[in-house]
């Protein structure tokens, strides 16, 4: 088969016709007939991608969507910067793949970003290039911290998620993906994280960090309590595939203490939150810590080349030389992509930007406060959750959430869905989106909750 370039539409939310339409369609059985089952996205987002800009992609058959998704966070600066793009070619003329040499564009890479980090962290942080994507991070972050501490149990939290590898599985918190993988990474503890709408011990919110902190300070103090000194804690401050919960700060500032109190390395996933997809270049910072570990892949390079990193503070860095490789952690393009991205981030103040569009988010969607179905509308930045449920036990409502995304599709709309049974909407759009586009999107989403109607 061969690629035509499919015209550039309008970029505005447009769909005409039922989804998917037959070119889709068409591209969609072949994927179904060729592809894995594992395949997941086009189960409930059918269409099939012909091109994109901005915060804009189209399919094959012209329609027009507002990408709320960004490539699962990983389009910081939307699909196709040409900034970003004009680095990424450039680099190619001169080297695509350089194993762990040192290079001019690595180097670069490296200088721009420890200068995003806390000062107090950049002058002790070392950085190790992993596969390319954030699962093996992961990986690579318990291996350093086994490997530095000589323990072997880890702690993570309820609600989760840190990747689909064998390990990084093991400490996620969803069941599901486990259940058919028989001998699991042993030796992984799970412990309340702060979900204050659904409370994991089943007590009052106000009282989160004593009931959630509590149990995890004093099952590691006992010394009846049955969990070893683990070598690492592992905690995402905002769960993203859990359904967009940002960590309560009394409860992530006890467990930094607790784990410096008792010489256990606190990792932190930024996989999904960082780069500035919360309005500082990591989560972390708006609870005013230092972790010892950083996870960071996906939005590292702006627009969607892979690459993965973790850095960590160099008293932890015992590592024999070859402990942890991967064939494509040194991607060139993704270097000076990455580079060029920082460079941008700063000179166009795209972190305010997130900050101001986060607010505006919050406003727009305070209109759903009053909704019995909306359980809670939380976020930070541009990371944001829309979590429904029915009033009148409590459970998640994933069929109404569902209904929701698809309306959405068809009006010009791509939301994600997340949480307990995907009951939650999530929006994650560029860093770069704007007030207009914000506007949008929130039309389409408050009119397709309108519409779907809860279900009776």
């Not at 591209?27 to 901005?54: C, K, T």
């Not at 690595?106 to 950085?127: G, H, I, N, T, Y």
Request: with cysteine; hydrophobic share 45%; glycine share 10%.
């Amino acid at each position: 088969m061969t690629r035509t370039p499919t015209a550039r539409p309008a970029l505005a939310p447009r769909v005409e016709g039922a989804l998917p339409g037959p070119r889709s369609a068409e591209f969609l059985e072949h994927q179904r007939q060729w592809e894995s089952s594992a395949r997941a996205y086009p189960r409930h987002l059918p269409i099939a991608i012909a091109g994109a800009e901005g915060s804009y992609l189209w399919d094959m058959d012209g329609n027009v969507f507002l990408d709320f998704l960004a490539g699962a966070g990983v389009l910081s600066l939307g699909h196709n910067h040409a900034e970003l793009v004009h680095a990424a070619t450039e680099q190619m003329h001169v080297l695509t793949h350089g194993l762990d040499f040192p290079t001019a564009a690595k180097r670069e890479f490296v200088d721009a970003q420890l200068s995003m980090l806390p000062p107090s962290l950049s002058s002790r942080m070392r950085m190790h290039f992993c596969g390319p994507g954030g699962a093996n991070a992961v990986d690579a972050a318990i291996k350093l911290c086994k490997t530095a501490t000589g323990r072997g149990d880890l702690v993570s939290f309820q609600g989760g998620f840190h990747g689909s590898s064998h390990a990084a599985m093991a400490l996620t918190g969803l069941v599901a993906q486990k259940r058919p993988i028989a001998n699991g990474v042993p030796g992984v503890h799970f412990f309340p994280y702060s979900y204050c709408a659904r409370c994991p011990v089943g007590l009052s919110p106000d009282t989160c960090a004593t009931n959630c902190v509590g149990l995890l300070e004093r099952s590691l103090r006992d010394p009846n309590g049955g969990i070893p000194l683990p070598a690492a804690v592992i905690l995402e401050m905002v769960q993203g595939e859990g359904g967009i919960i940002p960590a309560d700060r009394d409860f992530v500032r006890r467990v930094r203490a607790l784990t410096a109190e008792l010489d256990i390395p606190l990792v932190v996933d930024e996989v999904q939150t960082g780069c500035g997809r919360t309005g500082t270049w990591f989560a972390f910072e708006h609870y005013d810590i230092e972790p010892d570990v950083i996870i960071a892949s996906k939005a590292l390079s702006g627009m969607g080349l892979p690459v993965a990193v973790i850095f960590y503070d160099r008293r932890l860095d015992g590592w024999a030389p070859g402990a942890h490789t991967g064939t494509f952690r040194g991607n060139q393009a993704a270097f000076a992509a990455g580079a060029a991205a920082v460079r941008i981030v700063r000179r166009d103040d795209v972190l305010g930007n997130v900050r101001q569009r986060g607010r505006q988010l919050a406003q727009r969607l305070g209109v759903l406060h009053g909704d019995v179905w909306v359980r809670e509308v939380r976020g930070l930045g541009l990371m944001w959750g829309i979590e429904l449920a029915d009033p009148r036990d409590g459970r998640p409502a994933g069929a109404y959430a569902r209904a929701v995304q698809a309306y959405a599709l068809q009006h010009g709309l791509i939301v994600e869905l997340g949480g307990r049974d995907d009951s939650v909407i999530r929006l994650m759009p560029p860093l770069t989106v704007t007030a207009e586009e914000i506007d949008l999107a929130c039309a389409i989403l408050l009119d397709a909750i309108e519409r779907c109607g809860p279900p009776q």
